[in-house]
């Protein structure tokens, strides 16, 4: 059975837009893991553009199904890591100036940094994935490097249509194929939505979809109008209170 990461970023991301305390992304955790998510994904990019560090240390206490660290090579990362101990850290590409990930990591020019944090973070017993493009010679690299498995880059399957689309499917399914028989777990992401899920969840090797942005956004609209009533509700509670005239 294909296991749900639900990726909750972007309730940071609403937050710090304020720089305020809300909305919590440790609540916004529990709400998924009540709603059936099998994992909680979050990135602690090095800017702290959305996920900050008191987010992961509390996650870290209060998540009771797996949490997935996505992160950067970085030494100040890797750290954290460590300290933290994550159930998993997926290694993922990092630059200041994107607004979201664009593509899998480059595991065959990454260099010493990336093979010493694999290695360092499985001597720390946290399962350790690989953001990749689903490219033969890098599904070998991660497996090479040591990786216990691979999340697939699913970027360009969900912006293409058409016949594309169908293309860049068959691109993931062989990569998950040759993943699964090099002994990676296999997982998948970005850009997945309500449309486009299911192709890539009936990939037989696929065990796991990471999934943020979609969910947050869909959750926005089928939970606005109860939000607004609740707030109108309570208005007009304290209105009855003091017994304002209408108008």
Not at 107 to 122: I, Y
Not at 183 to 196: E, F, K, P, S, T
Not at 223 to 241: H, N, Q, T, V
Request: proline share 3%.
């Amino acid at each position: 059975m294909t296991k749900l990461g639900v990726n909750i970023d972007h309730v940071a991301t609403v937050r710090q837009a304020r720089r305020g305390i809300e909305p919590e992304p440790v609540w916004a955790a529990a709400v998924a893991e009540l709603a059936g998510a099998d994992g909680i994904t979050v990135h602690l990019r090095e800017d702290r553009r959305h996920i900050q560090d008191r987010d992961v240390e509390l996650l870290r206490r209060t998540v009771q199904c797996k949490l997935n660290l996505e992160m950067a090579v970085a030494e100040e990362i890797v750290g954290i890591a460590l300290e933290l101990g994550p159930d998993q850290a997926t290694l993922v590409p990092e630059k200041r100036e994107e607004v979201t990930t664009e593509g899998g990591l480059d595991v065959l020019g990454a260099g010493d940094a990336l093979a010493s944090a694999v290695e360092r973070l499985k001597a720390a017993g946290v399962q350790v994935n690989l953001f990749i493009d689903p490219v033969a010679a890098q599904i070998q690299g991660s497996a090479d490097i040591g990786a216990d498995g691979v999340e697939l880059h699913t970027g360009q399957y969900a912006l293409a249509s058409g016949e594309e689309a169908g293309e860049r499917l068959g691109e993931l399914a062989a990569g998950a194929a040759l993943a699964a028989n090099l002994g990676l777990c296999v997982a998948a992401g970005h850009g997945l939505n309500y449309l486009n899920v299911m192709p890539v969840t009936a990939l037989p090797q696929v065990e796991e979809l990471n999934i943020g942005h979609s969910i947050i956004s869909r959750a926005i609209f089928s939970g606005l109008e109860r939000a607004i009533r609740e707030m109108k509700d309570l208005i007009l509670e304290a209105d009855r209170s003091v017994e304002k005239e209408p108008g």
